[in-house]
């Protein structure tokens, strides 16, 4: 059997958590920042997990990550 290719986008914005579930990075933290208030953009900070229904995808585009 021929290795599986991993999709390169999926494996630059996923990576898997401690309890082995995918994690993200949030949008509309790139650019124009200034409207965003401080709490705001202090929350999108944060990686937030993959919900459970769109782990199976992730793990078919990743599949050695």
Partial sequence: ???MKTNRGAAKRFSRNG?????HRQSHRS???????AKRKRQLRAT????????????RM????
């Avoid at 650019?31 to 208030?37: E, M, P, R």
């Fill in 62 to 65: 990743v599949p050695y990550l």
């Fill in 31 to 37: 650019h124009i920042l200034t409207k965003k208030s």
């Fill in 19 to 23: 309890s082995g579930k995918f994690k």
């Fill in 1 to 3: 059997m021929p290795k």
């Fill in 48 to 59: 937030i997990a993959i919900h459970d229904s769109d782990q199976k995808a992730i793990a």
